[in-house]
């Protein structure tokens, strides 16, 4: 079945097209036309036509598709003085999903000339099954080791489930529809249902954590003669959890853009508060000449140190080889230091109550959800991607993951809203 017969139009066109449709999670979200409805409609639309698409429609549905959702990366190059890189990135990243979704059809093409070329035309099940396998396996790639596309992400705002094998219902329905050339067969998507929803808290319903929402700009926060103000801020509104008897505060990534352990004096402040309250806050931390993106936990007159797991690629550690990775650290991030992780997850106990530890894009990452933990605490910094569609993906990977899992998150965060989401039926 070709494409043709649902678009008379060019592949480039078709592909826009497509990758249209399964962004309507996600653009849904960020304007606020966020309906179940439209979001099923719009995901199943995506998956129907993309399957009965040739190869070059998949390519340059691959292509919109990661410009659509992945863009936004492109919008911290102003924040390293490049302007002139974000053309670069955008078409990068496009052509990276560009690549893949090509390979998947192309590699569909390839198995029906070599096995099916002596059939009937009608043998149409085989190829499809395999672009169908290829959607997928597709999440199991992680190009420079981001962890991000997941097909599934199309319906976490819908009546679907997010499971593997709920988008597998929904891909041999599809199938089997197109290959039957009988809609009827449609009626299996309704296997793929799952009552799990999300719910978004932007306070705590216990009265009891205060998450904490700033407002600093990278230019600001990274700013040396702001740090005395920071710091007041800080103290300041952690002072005015205690007064509300609050049992936990938690303050976003990198409140403290310094190295807290090498300042006893703030980290005597922030012990002494720490007996009537538990203070989760973002900060470095040195490490015996090691520079580490960390969580501190002040709690009872003491302190621990959580380090962060999982880098984020080129903006604190260079996934390329060590030589390529110095040289692009001196010429496009001014020389900077790569940040080192932890080998594991690390699990807080406060108040009697786990807590599994993330920092910003970990959270983002199947490996933070290894054990299924009930709670997370997750702090970020989204200057970075301030404007984009950034902190509203990020909430949708959450929320993915919320429904996945079942975890618990408390959200700290900086230039966008803070935010508690739980799984309910």
């Known amino acids: ?33 966020d309906f179940r409805f439209l979001t099923t409609v719009a995901g199943l639309l995506f998956f129907y036509f993309l399957l009965a698409s040739d190869h070059k429609v998949w390519f340059w549905s691959g292509v919109f598709t990661g410009m659509l959702w992945f863009g936004w990366i492109a919008v911290s190059f102003v924040y390293y003085h490049m302007i002139w890189a974000i053309p670069f990135v955008l078409i990068g990243i496009g052509l990276v999903y560009g690549g893949i979704f090509w390979l998947i059809a192309k590699g569909a093409l390839s198995v029906e000339h070599l096995v099916l070329k002596n059939l009937p035309a009608t043998c149409y099940l085989l190829p499809a099954t395999l672009k169908a396998a290829g959607l997928l396996g597709v999440s199991y790639l992680h190009p420079l080791t981001f962890d991000w596309f997941k097909p599934e992400l199309v319906f976490v705002h819908s009546y679907l489930g997010v499971g593997k094998w709920q988008l597998a219902i929904v891909l041999a329905a599809i199938v089997l529809a197109q290959w039957r050339r009988n809609l009827l067969y449609l009626g299996l998507i309704v296997l793929a249902y799952s009552p799990v929803h999300t719910r978004l808290f932007l306070d705590d319903p216990t009265h009891t954590i205060r998450l904490v929402a700033t407002n600093t700009t ?13 710091i007041r801020e800080a103290l300041d509104v952690i002072d005015q959890a205690i007064l509300e008897h609050k049992k936990i505060i938690i303050l976003p990534e990198s409140v403290f853009p310094f190295f807290l352990n090498r300042h006893p004096d703030l980290v005597g402040e922030l012990i002494r508060r720490s007996r009537k309250i538990s203070i989760i806050i973002g900060a470095l931390y040195y490490d015996e000449g090691v520079h580490r993106n960390a969580t501190y936990l002040f709690q009872n007159g003491r302190y621990a140190v959580a380090n962060k797991v999982l880098l984020v690629p080129f903006g604190e550690a260079n996934p390329l080889p060590a030589w390529a990775g110095k040289w692009v650290n001196k010429v496009f991030f001014d020389g900077s230091v790569d940040y080192i992780a932890s080998s594991d997850p690390t699990d807080w106990k406060i108040n009697g109550t786990t807590y599994r530890n993330a920092i910003c894009y970990e959270a983002t990452s199947e490996r933070l959800y290894e054990g299924h933990p009930n709670n997370m605490i997750v702090i970020s910094n989204n200057g970075w991607f301030v404007p984009s569609v950034e902190p509203v993906f990020q909430r949708l990977l959450l929320e993915y993951y919320v429904r996945k899992y079942g975890t618990t998150i408390y959200h700290a965060t900086n230039m966008s809203p803070s935010y508690i989401i739980k799984a309910t039926p």
């Open 1 to 33: 079945m070709k494409i043709s017969k649902h678009f008379t139009t060019s592949p480039l066109t078709a592909g826009l097209s497509i990758a249209l449709l399964g962004s309507v999670w996600l653009y849904g979200a960020w304007s606020g036309l």
């Open 218 to 230: 990278i230019a600001d926060k990274w700013n040396p003669d702001k740090s005395p103000e920071h």
